[in-house]
């Protein structure tokens, strides 16, 4: 992973064999950032994304391998618990050129994955909504 700040944004590169949920919140960790909004594209081999089923308050999760292009990754940077919180939404094209996706679970990196991370002044954080079953922002 490399990434280089310039201005209010910071450049991405996570590469091959990496995972990279854990490496967008190492970025956030070593720059402090609190607050922002993050987007990029790349390929991943092998990634899990979630549905949420709103009846029973759980992730519905399913995983893919096999090369697969990340056509968007799109979220935000929050905290939770003093903890820098992600919450990414991501979109694959498979080798049909269908586009699946949902909320992202983990992906590693079979390519690369070319990512902007939107730095926003202050601090917003997450509590549970226990009628929802999510951490929802705290505004
Ligand atoms: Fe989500």
């Given amino acids: 992973m490399k990434y280089k700040r310039c201005g209010t944004r910071v450049f991405v590169r996570i590469d091959k064999g990496e ?15 609190t607050l922002g909004s993050i987007c990029g594209i790349g390929a991943t081999d092998k990634v899990t994304v979630g549905l949420m089923n709103t009846k029973t308050k759980k992730y519905q999760s399913k995983e893919f391998t096999g090369d697969h292009e990340i056509t968007s990754v799109l979220g935000n940077v929050t905290t939770m618990n003093g903890e820098v919180y992600l919450h990414l939404h991501i979109t694959l094209g498979n080798v049909e050129h269908k586009i699946i996706g949902g909320h992202l679970t983990s992906a590693v990196i079979s390519a690369t994955f070319e990512g902007i991370i939107d730095i926003i ?4 954080t997450r509590e549970y909504h226990d009628e929802v079953g999510l951490n929802l922002l705290r505004l």
């Fill in 19 to 33: 995972e990279l949920i854990e490496n967008l919140k190492a970025i956030c960790k070593e720059l402090n950032i």
């Fill in 121 to 124: 002044e202050g601090q917003i």
